[in-house]
């Protein structure tokens, strides 16, 4: 009979167990459904909205005059960051003949004005993909990825396709210096490979992007200096 006891009794202790620990996981797929929600919603933030409004010390109306919330607020100041950008890289892309040396000068600078004002990375982690809208950046680089498709400076034959290696592959890059320090020859590596996909030979993409390039530079001015020596970078 004693034994007969403990056998029911270690039975309990695991069905209590199992209920215990089906509870946790049923918890846990219920957090991160409302997560999901919540990351995946379009909706206004108005703790964004708030925070905007006390840096900037105007009123909600005056908010609300130019912007009807927080994303149409995120989508405007991509696109001015964004032409920035593209303003700083083209006298570094237009000084160059051959395509695969633009589009290698492209990526490099683009890396340059990130790893030199830190507070991009964060930013573009939210809003990289708003910045692929701009109408800068939607002419400058697939007229680079035309003239080496025509000239078969590379291999591609899709135009979409070619600027999705090229964009997607920056903006992963731009998330990997937001979560941690990257190498000094981060850029040239990235324009290499990025070259490569294209279809340029290795060994040619390898000199490409490691030829001297003048340093990009912003205006005192711009945007995307005023606002990281007013905290962008922080975070």
């Known amino acids: 009979m004693p034994q007969l006891v403990h056998i029911a009794g270690m039975a309990s202790s695991n069905h209590r167990a ?3 620990a089906l509870r946790r996981e049923r918890m846990r797929l219920r957090l991160l459904e409302a997560a999901l929600s919540v990351f995946g919603q379009a909706a206004d933030e108005p703790g964004v909205v708030d925070e905007v409004i006390s840096r900037a010390k105007v009123s909600r109306g005056t908010f609300y005059n130019y912007f009807d919330n927080a994303d149409g607020l995120l989508r ?3 696109d001015a960051v964004g032409t920035e950008l593209m303003q700083a890289v083209a006298p570094i892309v237009e000084a160059r003949d051959d395509p695969a040396e633009r589009m290698g000068a492209g990526v490099r600078s683009w890396i ?3 790893e030199r004002h830190p507070g991009l990375a964060y930013f573009f982690r939210r809003a990289g993909l708003y910045i692929l809208s701009n109408e800068q950046v939607r002419t ?3 007229r680079d990825l035309v003239a080496g498709m025509k000239s078969r400076r590379f291999t591609i034959d899709e135009l979409e396709l070619g600027f999705v290696l090229v964009a997607g592959t920056v903006l992963a ?6 979560t941690g320090k990257v190498p000094r020859t981060y850029g040239s590596k990235l324009a ?3 070259l490569m996909s294209l279809g340029v030979e290795g060994s040619e ?5 490691r030829a001297r390039i003048a340093a990009p530079a912003l205006s005192p001015d711009s945007l995307i200096v005023r606002s990281i020596g007013a905290g962008l970078s922080a975070g």
């Open 112 to 114: 340059s004005l990130v």
């Open 173 to 178: 890059a731009i998330n990997t210096m937001a």
């Open 140 to 142: 400058d680089m697939p």
């Open 76 to 78: 405007a100041v991509a």
């Open 192 to 194: 290499e490979r990025i």
């Open 18 to 20: 199992r209920v215990a």
């Open 205 to 209: 993409a390898r000199a490409i992007s």
